[in-house]
């Protein structure tokens, strides 16, 4: 296991390992009793849409503040206390749930309070990484980062699912699970013997200001040309093939079984994903980096059209399954590719980067397909994105020597900066 999995070899980076897995299978049960509880609720796609685009909107607004924070602060201790605030307010969504009176408003904000604790958790645990491994283990620390967060989407929906199933009220034992998983994230975190090395004074410790400390990375991602490329193609990636979540509870009513087939979609993404990242995560070679970036980009395409054109609950998992096991690998090697040109004293604002733009755009289409799918339908809004995301990689790819170069390489040229 530590052989093929070489990052696991460093006793610190297994605790923060299971602490992502714990924390990001909260993150995928509150998500799916979210939906599913809006949907049973209004029985309209666009509040589905609303909730979704609460809960993963404070990585946009926030991640330049919480991303600032972890390159001055405590890193470990920032997401301890953002961790026992998704304890607080999952089980204040549970209980409100169970007892009957839980309202549309009380979702969207509570929502909003869950996206704002994973906001705080996931700046500073993506830029402990490399403070926790060899450089030389690194791509394989981000692609087990990736297993934990995309194969968590198995361990939460899939208990979700059996909850929702087996109680009257199972959303509200959902939200109750996510608390669970919250708290036991937080405790590992407590484990980890970790040392930051800060950058910055005392003086400028204490300077709230966020802008110029962002505006500075923001500059420098500009100027890096090889990360101006890869954040550009990963902003359309997830508005274009990640952006489905509001869709689901429709889709899995119109090709029929309900709350069963709206978990089980999630769970073969979950599955389809645990599986391509562990191998991902087996991989030594940057050579294989170029080929999996280019499979995985034009199989996200392919999945979420499967998705949007399926006819029964088999054809709708299947497409999933397609999709998680091809978005995962994508994303995975991104980071990676990001970690290893940022230096230390910016990689937290560098990784709220990541996350502001990968969230950021999955929150606003979500929230526009919502609104759409009510007029149009959530079908063509699965498949005229795939189509075009397919599209503008193709174009992208013609266009850019850079992208040819990494694609055939599996690394950046010399000249990329």
Not at 3 to 9: D, K, M, N, S, V
Not at 131 to 155: D, E, M, Y
Request: proline letters at 4%; glycine letters at 10%.
């Amino acid at each position: 296991m530590l052989a093929t999995f070489p990052a696991l070899q460093s006793t610190e980076f297994r605790k923060l390992f299971y602490s992502y897995v714990l924390s990001s299978a909260s993150q995928w049960a509150l998500l799916l009793g979210r939906g599913w509880l809006i949907f049973d609720l209004t029985g309209t796609t666009s509040a589905v849409g609303l909730v979704t685009f609460g809960g993963m909107a404070p990585l946009l607004f926030f991640g330049p503040i919480f991303g600032t924070l972890a390159d001055r602060l405590d890193r470990r201790k920032m997401a301890v206390i953002a961790a026992f605030a998704g304890v607080i307010t999952s089980t204040i969504l549970g209980i409100l749930t169970l007892s009957g009176v839980v309202e549309l408003w009380h979702v969207v904000i509570l929502a909003i309070l869950q996206g704002t604790a994973m906001a705080g958790i996931t700046p500073p645990s993506e830029a402990m990484i490399p403070n926790l491994v060899p450089k030389k283990h690194l791509l394989s620390a981000v692609s087990i980062r990736g297993t934990a967060r995309h194969g968590s989407k198995v361990i939460g929906p899939f208990i979700g699912g059996i909850i929702m199933s087996i109680f009257t009220n199972g959303t509200g034992w959902v939200f109750i699970l996510g608390a669970i998983f919250f708290l036991l994230a937080a405790m590992q975190l407590l484990r980890i013997n970790y040392t930051q090395d800060i950058q910055e004074n005392s003086a400028t410790q204490q300077n709230l200001n966020f802008i110029k400390p962002m505006y500075a990375a923001a500059n420098y991602a500009y100027q890096d040309k090889r990360l101006f490329l890869i954040l550009s193609l990963l902003g359309i990636h997830c508005a274009f093939t990640m952006a489905f979540d509001s869709l689901l509870p429709g889709i899995a009513q119109s090709v029929g079984g309900g709350k069963e087939t709206y978990s089980a979609i999630t769970v073969a993404v979950g599955i389809g994903a645990l599986i391509t990242t562990l191998y991902v995560s087996t991989i030594s070679k940057e050579s294989l980096r170029g080929p999996i970036l280019l499979i995985s980009g034009i199989g996200s395409g392919i999945g979420i059209i499967i998705i949007g054109l399926a006819t029964s609950p088999l054809m709708a998992i299947i497409g999933g399954f397609i999709s998680g096991a091809t978005q995962a690998p994508y994303m995975t090697v991104s980071a990676t590719l990001i970690q290893q040109v940022v230096p230390d004293e910016l990689r937290g604002r560098l990784m709220a980067f990541y996350i502001m733009i990968a969230a950021g755009f999955m929150a606003f289409m979500n929230l526009g397909f919502g609104l759409l799918a009510d007029i149009t339908g959530e079908r063509m809004l699965c498949a005229i994105p795939g189509i075009a995301w397919m599209l503008i990689f193709f174009v992208i790819t013609i266009m850019s020597i850079r992208l040819r170069f990494l694609l055939q390489n599996g690394t950046f040229s010399q000249t990329s900066k």
